[in-house]
């Protein structure tokens, strides 16, 4: 592996919390700047050569390692590579962090309406994780409304940690949702994919276009919907912030 361009990360801690979902921790051998929200190029080298992708950093920028929270894609290049590691093992990170997908200080909200779906919560916990540490890290007054959804539960990762977080964070509404309630008997939360509680959640909090910045993240659909629900509700596109992690599969054609 090329260390001009890479870290040696070590494999810290894993957990997994179903089938195709874990988190990862990496001790990297240097210092490793980013804001949170960036994505860091996770790189693996095998005889077919090196397989690298971006993933989001759920870790703040205080803590000693970086985070990670992965979905297995079975028929996938890199997921499959990374399903594997085990702590004590390597997985190499590229030497700078990336992305715009920061908090938006520049059009001056105080407003922002975080949006994603599971593994796409993870730029979100990193910006938790800041502003409870440093309660300077967000300008006194600001508020925020995360709707993080998933199929069932157990794919939230981050539940019960966002729960403490928003409880801890005056500003801060969590919603989690579930979308396929019928396989998750004991749910007894809300209900409904991401852009079906984008309305509701950000009418009652008054969060309204104009006035609030919109961050979307994970899947392509959702993103595609909630920017049509949003734009539809007058949010300039300079409000509409977007980390589309795959691109859909062209439907084959008939
Ligand atoms: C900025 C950014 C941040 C990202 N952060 C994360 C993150 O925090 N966690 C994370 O798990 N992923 C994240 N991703 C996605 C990640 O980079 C990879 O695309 C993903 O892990 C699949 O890689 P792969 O090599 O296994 O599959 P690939 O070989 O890249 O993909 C194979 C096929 O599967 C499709 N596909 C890819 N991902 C999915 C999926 N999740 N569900 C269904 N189909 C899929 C692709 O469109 C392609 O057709 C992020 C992507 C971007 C652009």
């Known amino acids: 592996m090329d260390t001009s361009k890479y870290l040696a990360g070590e494999v810290t801690a894993r957990q997994d919390l ?8 990496l001790r990297l051998p240097s210092a490793f700047a980013f804001q949170p929200g960036q994505y ?23 803590e000693a390692e970086l985070e990670f929270f992965f979905e297995l894609v079975p028929h996938g290049e890199v997921t499959p590579r990374l399903y594997q590691l085990r702590p004590g093992d390597t997985v190499y990170v590229r030497k700078s962090a990336k992305g715009l997908f920061v908090l938006d200080r520049k059009r001056g909200h105080g407003q922002h309406l975080l949006v994603s779906t599971v593994t796409g919560v993870a ?14 890290w967000a300008p006194a007054g600001t508020r925020m409304v995360l709707i993080h959804a998933g199929s069932r539960s157990w794919e939230f ?23 396929r309630h019928w396989e998750d008997a004991d749910w007894t939360g809300e209900r409904g994919r991401a852009e079906d509680l984008i309305r509701k959640y950000a009418d009652a909090a008054g969060f309204g276009a104009g006035s609030t910045a919109a961050y979307l993240c994970g899947h392509p659909q959702m993103i595609e919907n909630a920017k049509g629900m949003l734009t539809r509700c007058g949010f300039p596109k300079a409000d509409l912030h977007e980390e589309i992690y795959f691109i859909l599969p062209k439907a084959a054609a008939h």
């Open 123 to 136: 730029p979100f916990v990193s910006m938790l994780r800041s502003w409870a540490r440093d309660a300077s």
């Open 40 to 62: 860091a190029t996770l790189a693996l080298e095998d005889a077919d050569g090196v397989h690298e992708r971006p993933y989001s950093i759920v870790s703040s920028p205080a």
């Open 157 to 179: 990762g981050y539940a019960e940690e966002l729960r403490q977080l928003a409880a801890g964070l005056p500003g801060v509404q969590l919603v989690l949702s579930v979308s």
């Open 18 to 25: 179903c089938a195709d979902l874990w988190t990862m921790r």
